[in-house]
Structures are given as structure tokens and as C-alpha cells.
Nanobody, 124 residues
Framework: QVQLVESGGGLVQAGGSLRLSCAASGRTFSQYVMGWFRQAPGKEREFVASITRSGGVTYYADSVKNRFTISRDNAKNTVYLQMNSLKPEDTAVYLC?????????????????WGQGTQVTVSS
């Protein structure tokens, strides 16, 4: 099982940017489809973005497409989420996710291993 630790959250004004990082332990990082989910108070956990093992294919929720970019560095066991043009509705706890699944299309369903989350707050 992989352990995940997120960092990079904080308070930002609408229109601003943040970059989240997720460091994974273990030597099998490259075997996981990696993703980010988020959960706002009183709401269900929702898919944000995911990336294949090689980093060659990415997938985004419609709500963040063209604003967020997911990437990974397998040499550093780290996955990133660059968030631009942030909106107040992006406010949530962002959670890193690792799934051992055969296809990225299954990555939108919650499962696998989770980090503890990092708070992102966007003020209007």
C-alpha cells in the first residue's frame, strides 16, 4: 500500500493560483494511476483530475478543465496539481489518490489509497 502526503494548500483570492503536491512513499509509485479529489463541507467527495502511470494521458472534471493541470514525476514519487483562475467554488479539502486500476477511465470513482488532504480556500 502506498502512503500519500499532500502539501501546498492555502488561502488565495479569486483568480489566483496554487500548486498542490502529493509525495508518495514506496518504490511502486509508477504502478499507480494518480488522481486528485476534493470535498467541500456538506458535499460528497468529487473527482478533480487523474493521470496515467506514465503521465502520458490526463483526465479532468468539466468544472476544472482548462484551469487545472495534473502532472507527475515518477523519479520523485510526486504528483502535482497546478490550479489557475481559482474560483470560490473551488474551496474544498483536496485529497491525493492512488489507484491500482487497469484504465484511467475508472479513476473517477473513489477508491484505493488516500492522503490526509490539504485545505484550499478561495476568497471572492
Amino acid at each position: 500500500q502506498v502512503q500519500l502526503v499532500e502539501s501546498g494548500g492555502g488561502l488565495v483570492q479569486a483568480g489566483g493560483s496554487l500548486r498542490l503536491s502529493c509525495a508518495a512513499s514506496g518504490r511502486t509509485f509508477s504502478q499507480y494511476v494518480m488522481g486528485w479529489f476534493r470535498q467541500a463541507p456538506g458535499k460528497e467527495r468529487e473527482f478533480v483530475a487523474s493521470i496515467t502511470r506514465s503521465g502520458g494521458v490526463t483526465y479532468y472534471a468539466d468544472s476544472v478543465k482548462n484551469r487545472f493541470t495534473i502532472s507527475r514525476d515518477n523519479a520523485k514519487n510526486t504528483v502535482y496539481l497546478q490550479m489557475n483562475s481559482l474560483k470560490p467554488e473551488d474551496t474544498a479539502v483536496y485529497l491525493c489518490n492512488a489507484q491500482s486500476i487497469p484504465s484511467i477511465t475508472a479513476s473517477t470513482r473513489p477508491g484505493g489509497s488516500w492522503g490526509q488532504g490539504t485545505q484550499v480556500t478561495v476568497s471572492s
